[in-house]
C-alpha cells in the first residue's frame, strides 16, 4: 500500500499591471480585487503599477518585470476591449515568446456562462516571457473575479491536479 505523496503549497510572487487611462492607485478597483485574491490565497504582492493605455508603457513594464528572476507570474487588468485605445492584447502579443492559447478558451467559456454573447467583445490573452507566465484580464471587476476563481487559483495552485502552472515553472527556468 501506497501512501498519497502531501503536495506542498509554493508560494508565487505576483506582479499586477492595471492598464488604464482613467484609474489609478486609488480607484482601481479591479486590481484591489485582484490583490486581495492574490494575497488571501497565500502568494506574494511583488509589485503593482497602473499605466496607462499604451503599448510602449505595457511592454516596458512587463518587460522590466519578467527580466527579474524573483517574478513568477504577472497578471494585468484593462485595455482587453475593442476600443482604439484597448492595447494590451497586441501590446502582449508581440512580446511574448510562446502564448498559452486555451487560457483565452477557457476564459471565454467561464465568462459565456454569466454573460452569454457578450464575452465575445473580450481579448483576454496569456503568455509566457522570459520564463514568466502572464495572464492578461478584462478591466472590469467581475472579469477578474471570474479569472482568478474559475481559472488562475486552480493553475497558480501547486496542489491542482492532474497539473498546474507551478508545476511547469522550474522547467522553464531551465537553460
Not at 30 to 54: M, P, Q, Y
Not at 59 to 64: A, K, P
Not at 71 to 97: A, H, Q, W
Amino acid at each position: 500500500m501506497t501512501k498519497d505523496k502531501i503536495i506542498e503549497f509554493k508560494k508565487l510572487n505576483i506582479c499586477i499591471l492595471t492598464i488604464s487611462n482613467s484609474r489609478d492607485l486609488s480607484n482601481d478597483r479591479s486590481g484591489d480585487l485582484l490583490e486581495e485574491r492574490v494575497l488571501s490565497f497565500g502568494h506574494k504582492l511583488f509589485a503593482r503599477k497602473v499605466v496607462k493605455d499604451n503599448k510602449i508603457s505595457i511592454q516596458e513594464t512587463v518587460t522590466d518585470w519578467s527580466k527579474n528572476k524573483e517574478v513568477d507570474v504577472i497578471i494585468t487588468t484593462g485595455g482587453t476591449g475593442l476600443t482604439e485605445t484597448d492595447v494590451t492584447p497586441e501590446s502582449l502579443e508581440e512580446i511574448f515568446e510562446k502564448t498559452i492559447s486555451g487560457f483565452s478558451i477557457i476564459f471565454h467559456k467561464v465568462s459565456y456562462d454569466k454573460i452569454k454573447t457578450s464575452t465575445i467583445q473580450s481579448r483576454a490573452t496569456a503568455g509566457i516571457l522570459l520564463q514568466t507566465f502572464i495572464f492578461a484580464l478584462p478591466g472590469s471587476p467581475n472579469a477578474v473575479r471570474d479569472g482568478w476563481d474559475e481559472i488562475l487559483i486552480h493553475q497558480l495552485d501547486s496542489r491542482h491536479k492532474p497539473c498546474n502552472f507551478v508545476d511547469i515553472l522550474p522547467r522553464l527556468k531551465e537553460v
